[in-house]
T-cell receptor, first 119, second 114 residues
Framework: AQKVTQAQTEISVVEKEDVTLDCVYE???????LFWYKQPPSGELVFLIR??????QNEISGRYSWNFQKSTSSFNFTITASQVVDSAVYFC????????????????FGQGTILTVHP | ETGVTQTPRHLVMGMTNKKSLKCEQH?????MYWYKQSAKKPLELMFV???????ENNSVPSRFSPECPNSSHLFLHLHTLQPEDSALYLC?????????????FGEGSWLTVV
């Protein structure tokens, strides 16, 4: 069975601090996909990134960066120089591509991390 | 601007009412989803439609009834709900129902059952 764990329930930082959100996953599949979503107070889940299990290159997009480490089954997300607008709930998610598996096509979410950035 | 739009954004209904949530996607996708997000609970997948066929019903009570007339539209019909059904209902879509496809979400419909 798939599982995603976001151990940090809430994080509070002051603007301009760097912050890392942790994500640890479990899957028996060799081919799988990892995602991060942002949910601001308005409610919409905003897609941030998708990585497949064969691409371990870290990715940077502006102030956002992602560190994918298969050896530790982690896909951590770092926000550099945080801003108040980064305040939101962040979800890590996992899906596999095993057509024969019971979790085929399903997106398994972590519990989410509430990030509050204070001015 | 989101490619998945939901109406209404907020809904208050009594336990004897019948109402519907509407979702429309403008992304040319073939799979559509309903998720439920309650306080202190993870996101729960309710229903999946792939190419207009229902492929997942995650043990959802019959007081929730989905309808998918075409690949672009999805409804969730609500009747005789309970207060514990109060939650954020999120519609989503993806190219198809297949592992690895990115799922895009709407802004959600906040439902309060009184």
């Amino acid at each position: 069975a798939q599982k995603v764990t976001q151990a940090q329930t809430e994080i509070s930082v002051v603007e301009k601090e760097d912050v890392t959100l942790d994500c640890v996953y479990e899957t028996r599949d060799t081919t799988y996909y990892l995602f991060w979503y942002k949910q601001p107070p308005s409610g919409e889940l905003v897609f941030l990134i998708r990585r497949n299990s064969f691409d371990e290159q870290n990715e940077i997009s502006g102030r956002y960066s992602w560190n994918f480490q298969k050896s530790t089954s982690s896909f951590n997300f770092t926000i550099t120089a945080s801003q108040v607008v980064d305040s939101a709930v962040y979800f890590c998610a996992l899906s596999d591509s095993n057509a024969g598996g019971t979790s085929y096509g399903k997106l398994t979410f972590g519990q989410g991390t509430i990030l509050t950035v204070h001015p | 601007e989101t490619g998945v739009t939901q109406t209404p954004r907020h809904l208050v209904m009594g336990m004897t009412n019948k109402k519907s949530l509407k979702c429309e996607q403008h992304l040319g996708h073939n799979a559509m989803y309903w998720y439920k997000q309650s306080a202190k609970k993870p996101l729960e997948l309710m229903f999946v439609y792939n190419f207009k066929e229902q492929t997942e019903n995650n043990s959802v009570p019959s007081r929730f009834s989905p309808e998918c007339p075409n690949s672009s539209h999805l409804f969730l019909h609500l009747h005789t709900l309970q207060p514990e059904d109060s939650a954020l209902y999120l519609c989503a879509s993806s190219q198809e129902y297949r592992g690895g496809n990115t799922i895009y979400f709407g802004e959600g419909s906040w439902l309060t059952v009184v």
